[in-house]
DNA sequence: AAGAAGTCGTGAACCGCTTCACTGATACGT
DNA sequence: ACGTATCAGTGAAGCGGTTCACGACTTCTT
């Protein structure tokens, strides 16, 4: 009856009474064509109507007639009662722990583009680098009732992402959570990368190399230590691994001090290309050359490496691949629940022309 | 009724019938905590704690009441149901025209954080400079019912945006749209741009300068030409305009042949950052240096800009005005339907290393 | 004292879709 | 011919809020 009044007082409104209304109604946004619609328009119940659209149930040539209607009225149904009616939003929220990062960007625009193929759209969301507004802002994607979360987590090991866990399907992006119930989680393999990096600059001569990491949060066990001076002494050469900053102008105080600093190393490896361009900050301060006074490798690719005189030699993410799979594997867990196996993900090397034999000293 | 069976019915059936069914739902994720469960708690009705828990009408004391069982309940409105009783959605597309460029990443990530402030989520979408694809996004985020839709437009002059502003506020970053009525429009001084630099490089002798600026979709009228020129003109100066891919390689490519041709220019104006790279790269391969051979000057500002050899001079955007007009703008547009006049933003001047009087020949 | 004008709060409709339980009708097996 | 599946489709109950119209109770006027 509600539709009755809906239908007939309009144009009545309208044309006869008062005009003026009229020109409100035209302006207003338009009101949206609703399932109720192609049901009257058909003669269907609602309930036909929702389940043809969806490709349920009905014989195909019902879904047809349906279809059409809805083509021709032009109906999109509406994500927000789809949602609450059905229980999934659709939003799959893209938790970056520090955007300010260039891989960060790149991947988060790569998410957002994949999940949009998939048919959902990414709440993406930055945590600046702070833990404290990482687990606000988590649960505050939680209460928004994303049917999943991606993080690239600032501290793996926080007590926040096992709660996540508990309320949505969580995906972590390049660690590891330990200890939560993931339902999928594609890691970066950093140890194959030290291990490849130090490998390169060691047979190139290099015999005192320094590591630069980024300064993250506390972890009951710090691996990159333990793994850097174990492949160090298989290597028979000497790592020493630093935290620094990942911005730029904190690595260059960083670096600047390494260097200053008695036996200096000939080869940087930095655990980020924004690191890496703060140690060339700090070699041209000193009047270094690279790659002949110092080599300089740094992770991560990014589009400005090659830019830099000389071209930054780097290593870099298959993120095509990265991208889809999670996409796939967070897919997968929101529709069928399944929770996929941990994702180990190498980095591509990308040589050019930071990196060289050490001066004879 | 349906309460008391869904209270009732749950112990029973998993302590005493099937206890298998019981670990089931201490698996699933948590019931959310509703009006409902506050209504009954307080033995208010449903609307009173709805009016409550937004502050309304009732008398401070109520209010509190609720507010505090609110809190020991762990109450989260639901912004789905919530958005489909009210209407409006909180959530605010930013449409992208090409998020690959640095700078639009900037002004993206600024406004998730800006909006967020504003208790609003953004929901961040790349049209890859593709115009198709951004009137087919742009349609997909109406759809999707965002209460507002904040554009970086690829192409001004585009159809679709009319539709847009018919459907929900539209506010534009760095264009006006001609002939579509917006909510706002925060738009980019370009000409004080171009002005400025050509008057900077001609104080400092430069004679024959040129500037680069990205190709665009083909606008009924090319401002650009016309007030190089111009200002060439009143300078005494000439400037030649040539259209050039945004990204290094495209504008390495045509900063090249420029600089090949007869009568090279001594300085370049590029219109980004990144075809200032390609200018950069061009010079290397040719043997120049900059700003002695060749002065280059940018605009953006990206944060890599200063790592150049040399450090890139530009022009950057106050992004944190920026930002907040364009959020405080559209919220107000939103809240209470009030559109806003133009604001134009002039770029702020950042000298460094990478421009110079010109080699006398 | 009686009506007017607030306060404080309630019941019910509504937003647009999904989903469950169910009905009639037709087809199937024997 | 009769009970049973299967098919096509329906009615109504949600989902979790917002909002409108209205009622009971105080308080203020005159």
Known sequence: MNRFTDTFSEPLHCDAVKPA?????????QRRVTLRDIADETGLSLAA?????RGLQLPLETRQRVQEVAD?????????????????????????????????????????????????QALI????????????LAAQLVDQRVDALICLPIDPAAEHWRQVAERTVLVSIGDA???????AEVVFDNEATV?????????????NIAVLTPATI??????AEVVVHRLAAELGIRATLHTSPYE??????????ILAGADPPTAFFCLADSMAYGVYAATRELGLRVPEDLSVLGYDDNPVSGLLTPPLSSYRWPIELLVSSVVERTVRAIDEGKHSRRKVLVPIAQPRQSVGPPKSR
């Open 177 to 183: 959570l330990p200890g939560v119930s993931t339902a």
């Open 195 to 207: 291990s490849s990096a130090l490998e390169q600059l060691a047979r190139l001569g290099h015999r």
């Open 72 to 120: 021709r009225l032009g109906y999109q149904a509406d994500p927000i009662a789809r949602a609450l009616a059905s229980g999934r939003t659709g939003y799959v929220g893209v938790l970056c722990g520090s955007l300010g990062d260039l891989w960060q960007q790149g991947i988060a625009a790569a998410l957002g583009r994949g999940l949009l193929q998939a048919s959902r």
């Open 248 to 257: 730029l102008d904190g690595a260059h105080a960083v670096a600047r001090e």
């Open 218 to 223: 506390a972890t009951p066990d710090r691996p």
């Open 21 to 29: 209304v009229y020109c409100q109604c035209v302006s207003q946004k």
């Open 125 to 136: 969301v930055d945590a600046s680098n702070d833990p404290a507004l990482e687990a606000s």
């Open 49 to 53: 109507v929702s389940y043809a659209m």
